[in-house]
């Protein structure tokens, strides 16, 4: 998300001094000895010198005390829309609004002047959290970096899905009202007991492990959205937590929830609901995960119909694919539940991703990964001319010889 040269991290530390990647220097081979401390009268610590960015990030810690830690960088999507002269929809997804809120604009500066530190932290102060750069590219921060990261990441996945988006349509924005609607969704309750584990919930656990940070690497979720559970019993499954860091996770992260209680010190998936609506709807199903690529997802956010009729592989493991409106997710999770199943394994979520099933984690895993390299082959098609349909006779064929 960054090149060998640009772009610059730093943290706030204890006593307001700052840490901040060096200029120069290799991104790609940087270790703790390279970082440089600069203290509040501007003396500098370090093997090199501070990144020329150093005075925005100061310029920002001086705006809001409860600022920690500042990503700016200038990747691809980001930075179309920092030279289209316009910002991201947050709006596009419940979750990107949460985390991200609305971003703000910051007039061109020359770099690394007080100027651009100005403009910036005027954004800032008005309470943005994530800003585009005109004509440079993009600086978000957060309460710790790990925070600011993720939103980081999330602004970018929004800006290549609505990017993606515009090929298929006018992407569709949540009001005001879905905002809140998905804010106050019911949540599983915890119950803070931790039950001793059986073998199989160990081997599902690392299961679950393996694929979510297989998926992260391939941007079938993002750092903190994406929903994978695997079931353990009768009204019983394993689930990925809520806000955990996808690149990170731990065998013993997952959330058991049994008979509707997360049975952890943590809270499960905001997901949790869907996933038991739909397993107690299938005894057939064995895992679901709900995901974010960026192709996938800009079907999510239009009216166009992601055809699985492209390719055998394609219809074979997505069939014919449903499409929900939003707010069953959390209204109605049973009515989603009830069109999905080993027939028809994949739904489109409006404004919120998709979601497969599977007889197994590798399955749903599989199933993900096919979604979504056949709705980029789609968006990469429809620019070379019309996509040819498999007509309803080879359907006809391959349902027969693979029912």
């Known amino acids: 998300m960054t090149t060998t040269s640009g772009g610059n991290l730093s943290i706030r530390g204890p006593q307001n001094e700052i840490w901040i990647t060096p200029a120069r220097v290799d991104k790609g081979a940087l270790n703790r000895e390279d970082i440089v401390r600069v203290d509040l009268d501007g003396r500098v610590e370090g093997r090199h010198r501070p990144s020329s960015e150093l005075p925005f990030h100061q310029a920002i810690y001086q705006c809001s005390q409860e600022l920690h830690g500042i990503v700016h960088a200038h990747p691809i999507a980001l930075v179309a829309f920092s030279i289209a002269g316009s910002v991201p929809n947050t ?125 992260y690497q391939q941007r079938l979720f993002i750092s903190t959205e994406g929903s994978f559970s695997a079931r353990l019993g009768e009204d019983d499954f394993l689930i990925t937590p809520y806000r955990a860091e996808r690149s990170r996770i731990t065998i013993e992260d997952f959330v058991r929830v049994h008979r509707g209680v997360a049975l952890s010190h943590r809270a499960p998936s905001r997901a949790s609901n869907l996933h038991r609506s739909i397993y107690q709807a299938h005894a057939d199903v064995s895992s679901v995960a709900n995901g974010y690529p960026v192709h996938a997802s800009a079907f999510s956010i239009t009216d166009a119909v992601l055809d699985s009729q492209t390719i055998p592989e394609s219809y074979l493991f997505l069939r014919e694919i449903s499409r929900h409106r939003f707010g069953l997710q959390f209204s109605s999770p049973e009515a989603i539940a009830g069109s999905l199943g080993p027939a028809n394994p994949v739904g489109i979520l409006e404004n919120d991703g998709v979601v497969v099933v599977g007889s197994s984690v590798l399955d749903a895993f599989d199933r993900l990964e096919v979604l979504e390299s056949t709705a980029e082959a789609i968006l990469y098609g429809s620019l070379l001319g019309p996509i040819r349909r498999m007509p309803d006779a080879i359907i006809a064929e391959l349902r027969s010889a693979f029912s």
């Open 91 to 215: 709006r596009l997804f419940h979750k990107v609004f949460d985390i991200c809120g609305d971003a703000g604009f910051a007039p061109y500066a020359l770099p690394g002047s007080t100027e651009l530190g100005s403009r910036i932290a005027s954004c800032f102060s008005q309470g943005f959290r994530c800003v585009i750069l005109e004509n440079h590219g993009v600086v978000v921060a957060g309460e710790s970096l790990t925070q600011a990261f993720q939103r980081f990441e999330t602004l970018e996945f929004t800006a290549k899905t609505e990017i993606m988006s515009r090929r298929l349509g006018t992407p569709r924005t949540l009001s005001e009202d879905q905002l809140v609607m998905a804010s106050e969704a019911p949540r599983v309750p915890v119950s803070h007991e931790v039950p001793e584990t059986t073998m199989l919930e160990r081997e599902l656990r690392r299961q679950l492990v393996h694929f979510v940070r297989r998926g």
